[in-house]
Every structure is written in structure tokens, then in C-alpha cells.
Antibody
């Protein structure tokens, strides 16, 4: 069974850095695209980007390019989403999302979500 | 404002058939497949329909999908109270460097 277990909720101040994680299990981590989806309070879903852990090929959605960094450590089957300088507008729920073997495949599995609150 | 357009709400009574529409363009739905996700309050989304009309294991056949031109639809027959949730359509979009685009979501209420 595919499982994606995300790190816990975070409360940070504007300007601080943050890295959240997603530990994958139940499948061969290096063979599937994995990425992140943002959901702001009361809003729809936004696809942020994906990484192929096998070769670290990374794709970003235009609104998130340069704003976040997606990475993966295949030795521990974990994907990361990182900010170097948080803004209040980054406050949202972030879901880890595993797609298929192709980057255009749907999201087959989701993590439980990590709530990020950025407030002074 | 989402790239794919869905009605913000839909409703039906138990046993009824409801449909939720998703309108896009030639760069997304018109030239790519469509997936649908179901999300209950406070939980992660779940894949409901993929590649327009395929159901993952465990999804009842009461749920079905279709596509015509630049629009897609999700149909739910034999509506049940536990179908009350938010539903999102999504597709691949090659024109915006956004890759995956979502609809704004439709909140389904079972009356």
C-alpha cells in the first residue's frame, strides 16, 4: 500500500525559512513522480511542481517557479518542499502528491497534508 | 481564478443523478485527458476518475466521467448522503507552463 506521511504543522514568521517533508513507502520511490499541491483556506487546489527522484528532474508550475524548491532524498524515500523566505501569503495546507511514471499522469496518492501558518 | 471552470455548487436528493461540469480550452481539456478528485472537509483529496472515464479500484460505478471538446463532466448516479463533498476537475495544460490545472471546485450538497 502506498503511504505518504508528511511532517507536522508549522508556525513561522515572515522572512523565515522552512522545509517540510513527505516520507514515501509501499512503492519504488525512484520510479514515480512526486510533488506538491497547495490549498489556501477555502480555496481550490494548485499544482506546484514535481520531481522524479530517479534522476532529480524537477518541473515547476509558473506561479511557483523561483518561490519554492522541490527536492528528494532517494536514500530515505523522502520528498521536500522548501522556502528560503516565507511570506504571509504562503499560509496554506500543502499536500504531498504522488503521480505516475509519467509526469502527465494523475495524482494517485496523497499525503495527509501539512498546515503552514506564516504570521508575525 | 482557476483555469478550468466549474459551478461552485451542485445539489441533489438521495437516489438522484447529478452532473458536475468542467469547462476548459483547447490547450487543456481539448487536447488532454481529465481527472476528477473528491475531497471531504479536513481531509486530503482522493482520485475519483482518471483518463476521462476510468475508475480507480474501490470507486463505485455510480461515478462516471465524460468529455466532449473542451468540456468534461462528472456524473454521480444513485446519489448518497456520503457523496457530499467537494469535487475538482483537473487536466494537463501545455500553454501556460503551469502543467497541471485544477478547476475551482464544486461543493455537492445532498438535500
Amino acid at each position: 500500500e502506498v503511504q505518504l506521511v508528511q511532517s507536522g504543522a508549522e508556525v513561522k514568521k515572515p522572512g523565515e525559512s522552512l522545509r517540510i517533508s513527505c516520507k514515501a513507502s509501499g512503492y519504488t520511490f525512484t520510479n514515480y513522480w512526486i510533488g506538491w499541491v497547495r490549498q489556501m483556506p477555502g480555496k481550490s487546489l494548485e499544482w506546484m511542481g514535481i520531481i522524479y527522484p530517479g534522476d532529480s528532474d524537477t518541473r515547476y508550475s509558473a506561479p511557483f517557479q523561483g518561490q519554492v524548491t522541490i527536492s528528494a532524498d532517494k536514500s530515505i524515500s523522502t520528498a521536500y518542499l522548501q522556502w528560503s523566505s516565507l511570506k504571509a501569503s504562503d499560509s496554506a495546507m500543502y499536500y504531498c502528491a504522488r503521480q505516475g511514471v509519467a509526469s502527465s499522469d494523475p495524482i494517485y496518492s496523497w499525503g495527509q497534508g501539512t498546515l503552514v501558518i506564516v504570521s508575525s | 481564478q482557476s483555469v478550468l471552470t466549474q459551478p461552485p455548487s451542485a445539489s441533489g436528493t438521495p437516489g438522484q443523478r447529478v452532473t458536475i461540469s468542467c469547462s476548459g480550452s483547447s490547450s487543456n481539456i481539448g487536447s488532454n485527458t481529465v481527472n476528477w478528485y473528491q475531497q471531504f472537509p479536513g481531509t486530503a483529496p482522493k482520485l475519483l476518475i482518471y483518463e476521462i472515464n476510468k475508475r480507480p479500484s474501490g470507486v463505485p460505478d455510480r461515478f462516471s466521467g465524460s468529455k466532449s471538446g473542451t468540456s468534461a463532466s462528472l456524473a454521480i448516479s444513485g446519489l448518497q448522503s456520503d457523496d457530499e463533498a467537494d469535487y475538482y476537475c483537473t487536466s494537463w495544460d501545455h500553454s501556460l507552463n503551469v502543467y497541471v490545472v485544477f478547476g475551482g471546485g464544486t461543493k455537492l450538497t445532498v438535500l
